[in-house]
């Protein structure tokens, strides 16, 4: 998952130390396929029908709000 952009829910949770502290919820593959479109893809979907994993925060370099249109795609894909 490496230089991957994602959108996704996301949940702190309590954990010890070195646990995985945040659960992401729906998590999509954005890619761009055309110059300002993109696409979502589910989250490992060729290997898993799960639609929550865990991940320590320490490995999520950025937390940003998506553009309008990018979240409205998302909110109709995890209706």
Do not use: R, W
Not at 3 to 31: F, M, R, W, Y
């Amino acid at each position: 998952m490496n230089n991957q952009i994602l959108v996704s829910q996301i949940e702190e949770v309590g954990a010890d130390i070195g646990e995985p502290d945040c659960k992401l919820i729906n998590p999509h593959i954005v890619t761009e396929y055309k110059e300002g479109e993109h696409t979502l893809q589910a989250l490992l979907h060729k290997v898993t029908k799960q639609n929550t994993f865990m991940i320590s925060s320490d490995k999520i370099l950025t937390l940003a709000d998506p553009t309008p249109t990018l979240l409205e795609k998302y909110e109709d894909l995890i209706k």
